[in-house]
C-alpha cells in the first residue's frame, strides 16, 4: 500500500511540475506575441540558444497586432511561425491553434497554384497576388497577399501581409451589375432617343403642314381671325384682319385703343380680362375701325385651346362683320316701336267701346255678353304684347322710365301675389314672405317684372298648378323668387332664356309669346343695379330670381 501511495504522489507531483511549465511556456508565448519580449532563451542538447528577430522591438509587434491585415511569418517549410490576431480572424481559428500549422492549408483549391508559383518567386522578390482563402467555416475570403522576405537569428523566413478583399469585391460587383445595368439604360435611352427624333422629325413636318393649312384656312374665311397666348398677347392675325384694319401685327399691338370704338372699348376689355383668368369662351359685339375711317360692328368670339391635361396653349379668336345685321335690326326696333305706337291708340279706344258695351248688359242679346268678355281677354293680351314691344323700343333707345323711390317690398309682393291668384284662378300660389323688405325702386316696373315671372311659371307648368313666391333677405339684397314644377330647361336653354325673341319651344307645351318678357325683366332688373337668374333642371320645374339691394 505504502508503495502505491508513493507512485501516486510521484504523479501528482509531476503532473503539477507539467502544468507550471505549460504555464511557463504560453506566458512565454503570449509576451513574445505581444511584444513584451525581444528574445528567448532556450535550453537544449548543445547547451542555451538565443531566438530573437534582428529588426524586433516592441512598437512593431504593436503595430503588427493591431493592424487591420493579416500578418503572418513561414519558414521554408511553410508552417506559420507567428501570426496576428486579424490573420486567426480571417480564417475564424483560435491565435494558438494557427501558429504551427502549414499555411497552404488555409489556401483554397483554386488559388494553390498561384499560391504555389507566388511563394516560389518571393524568395527572391518581394511578390504581391490576389489568393482565396478557406477559413474553417469553408467560407471563402478574397485577400490581396504581399510577400517580403524577414531575416530571423535562425534563418531566413517569408513575412506575409493579407488584405481582406471581401468588400472590395462586393463593391466591384455591385459595380458590375450596375455598370450592366447603366448599359443597358443607356442602350435603351440612346433608342428612345432615336425614336423621339424620328418622332420629332415626323411632327414637326406634321406641324409645317398644320401650319400651313392654318394659315390658308384662316386667310380664305369671311371672318377676321386672330389667335393669342394664354397672358393675351397675340401672335397671330389673317389677311382679312390686315386687310380691314391696314395695321401689322407690331402695329395692332400698340394701337389695340384705337381700333376698338370708345364706347366698346372697356365692355371688350372687361370680358376679354375676364375670359382669360377663367378660361371660359370669349364673346362680345363692339365696333372696329376700318383703314378707311369708318366703323363696322363685329360679333367676337374666342375659345381656348388645351392640352391632354387641360392647360391652355392658345386662344382661336374670330370677329364676324354683323354691320347690316345691326342695321336691319335697327331698322326692325325702329318698325316695332312705330307699329307699337299706332297699335296702342286704336287698341285702347276699341277696349274702352267693349266696356261700355258690358256695360248694358239688358240691352244686349243672349250669348253676346260672352262673347264681348273673351274678346275682352284677348285685347289685354294684345294690349300686353303691344306694351312689351314698346318697351323694348324704348330699351334699344335707352328711354325706358326707372322713377326710383323708397319701396316696402314685402308688402308689394303680397299684393302682386293676390293680383295673381285673380288671374290665374286655377292654380294654387303659396307666398313666403320676410317683413320689413325695403329697397329703392319702381313699383309698376318690378310688378311688371314678378308678373312676367308668374306668368312663366304658369304657362310651362301645365300638369302642376303648384307655384311658391318667395321675398327674404340674401346677404346684403333683397331677393324674390319664383318656383314652379314644369318641365324646367336644358343647360342650353338656360343660357340664352335672358335674350330678347328667345322662346322655350317644346312640342308637348307649345305657348303662345314673343319671347320679350325675361328680356325685359332683365333691363328693369340692370337698371334697378340687381341680378336676375335662374336655377332649373329639365323635367322637374324652374326657380326664378332677382335680387335688388336693401336700402341703407
Not at 500578418?71 to 508552417?79: E, F, M, P, R, Y
Not at 372687361?270 to 366703323?295: H, I, Q
Not at 314685402?410 to 290665374?424: F, G, K, Q, S
Request: hydrophobic content about 35%.
Amino acid at each position: 500500500m505504502e508503495r502505491e501511495k508513493l507512485t501516486y504522489n510521484e504523479l501528482l507531483s509531476e503532473a503539477n511540475e507539467l502544468r507550471f511549465k505549460l504555464e511557463e511556456a504560453n506566458d512565454t508565448i503570449e509576451a513574445i506575441r505581444t511584444g513584451q519580449v525581444d528574445a528567448l532563451i532556450v535550453h537544449g542538447e548543445g547547451g542555451h540558444q538565443l531566438y530573437t528577430l534582428k529588426t524586433a522591438d516592441q512598437t512593431y509587434r504593436m503595430f503588427i497586432e493591431k493592424m487591420n491585415e493579416g500578418a503572418v511569418t513561414i519558414n521554408h517549410d511553410g508552417l506559420i511561425l507567428y501570426s496576428n490576431s486579424r490573420f486567426a480572424e480571417m480564417v475564424n481559428m483560435p491565435l494558438q491553434k494557427v501558429i504551427g500549422l502549414s499555411f497552404d492549408s488555409f489556401i483554397r483549391e483554386e488559388s494553390r497554384q498561384r499560391f504555389n508559383a507566388t511563394i516560389e518567386s518571393a524568395w527572391d522578390r518581394e511578390c504581391k497576388e490576389e489568393i482565396e482563402l478557406i477559413s474553417r467555416n469553408r467560407e471563402p475570403v478574397c485577400c490581396l497577399l504581399s510577400c517580403n522576405t524577414l531575416e530571423l537569428d535562425e534563418g531566413l523566413a517569408l513575412s506575409l501581409i493579407l488584405t481582406d478583399l471581401t468588400i472590395q469585391k462586393d463593391t466591384e460587383k455591385q459595380l458590375k451589375v450596375r455598370n450592366g445595368q447603366l448599359a443597358m439604360a443607356q442602350s435603351a435611352t440612346e433608342k428612345l432617343n432615336d425614336e423621339l427624333e424620328d418622332t420629332v422629325r415626323d411632327r414637326t413636318v406634321d406641324l409645317l403642314i398644320s401650319r400651313e393649312h392654318f394659315k390658308l384656312l384662316a386667310n380664305n374665311i369671311p371672318q377676321m381671325t386672330w389667335t393669342h397666348l394664354p397672358d393675351g398677347t397675340v401672335n397671330f392675325y389673317n389677311q382679312r384682319w390686315r386687310d380691314y384694319t391696314g395695321l401689322t401685327l407690331e402695329e395692332e399691338r400698340y394701337n389695340k385703343q384705337q381700333i376698338i370704338h370708345p364706347e366698346d372699348y372697356p365692355l371688350t376689355m372687361e370680358k376679354y380680362t375676364a375670359s382669360l383668368k377663367s378660361g371660359g369662351v370669349f364673346e362680345v359685339e363692339n365696333r372696329y375701325l376700318r383703314a378707311d375711317g369708318t366703323y363696322r360692328w363685329h360679333l367676337n368670339r374666342a375659345i381656348p385651346l388645351r392640352d391632354e391635361t387641360g392647360k391652355i396653349l392658345f386662344w382661336v379668336g374670330t370677329a364676324t362683320d354683323i354691320e347690316e345685321q345691326k342695321q336691319q335690326m335697327e331698322k326692325k326696333d325702329e318698325f316695332i316701336g312705330i307699329a307699337s305706337h299706332e297699335l296702342k291708340t286704336p287698341l285702347t279706344s276699341l277696349k274702352g267701346y267693349l266696356q261700355l258695351i258690358s256695360h248694358k248688359k239688358n240691352d244686349l242679346p243672349d250669348g253676346v255678353q260672352q262673347y264681348i268678355d273673351k274678346a275682352i281677354i284677348s285685347l289685354n293680351k294684345l294690349q300686353r304684347l303691344v306694351n312689351d314691344l314698346l318697351d323694348v323700343s324704348k330699351i334699344q333707345a335707352g328711354r325706358l322710365e326707372y322713377g326710383l323711390q323708397p319701396v316696402n317690398l314685402t308688402e308689394l309682393v303680397i299684393e302682386w301675389t293676390e293680383n295673381a291668384r285673380h288671374i290665374y284662378p286655377s292654380y294654387n300660389f303659396e307666398c313666403k314672405v320676410a317683413d320689413g323688405l325695403l329697397i329703392n325702386g319702381n313699383d309698376e316696373r318690378l310688378e311688371q317684372v314678378l308678373m312676367n315671372l308668374i306668368s312663366n311659371a304658369v304657362k310651362y307648368s301645365p300638369t302642376n298648378n303648384h307655384v311658391v313666391i318667395t321675398a327674404e333677405k340674401h346677404n346684403n339684397d333683397a331677393r324674390v323668387a319664383v318656383t314652379d314644377h314644369g318641365i324646367g330647361l336644358s343647360p342650353a336653354q338656360k343660357e340664352r332664356i335672358f335674350e330678347r325673341f328667345y322662346r322655350v319651344e317644346d312640342k308637348k307645351f307649345m305657348s303662345s309669346g314673343l319671347g320679350m318678357g325675361l328680356y325685359i325683366s332683365k333691363e328693369i332688373i340692370d337698371n334697378h343695379r340687381g341680378e336676375i337668374g335662374v336655377y332649373s333642371e329639365f323635367g322637374k320645374g324652374s326657380t326664378f330670381y332677382f335680387d335688388l339691394p336693401l336700402a341703407g
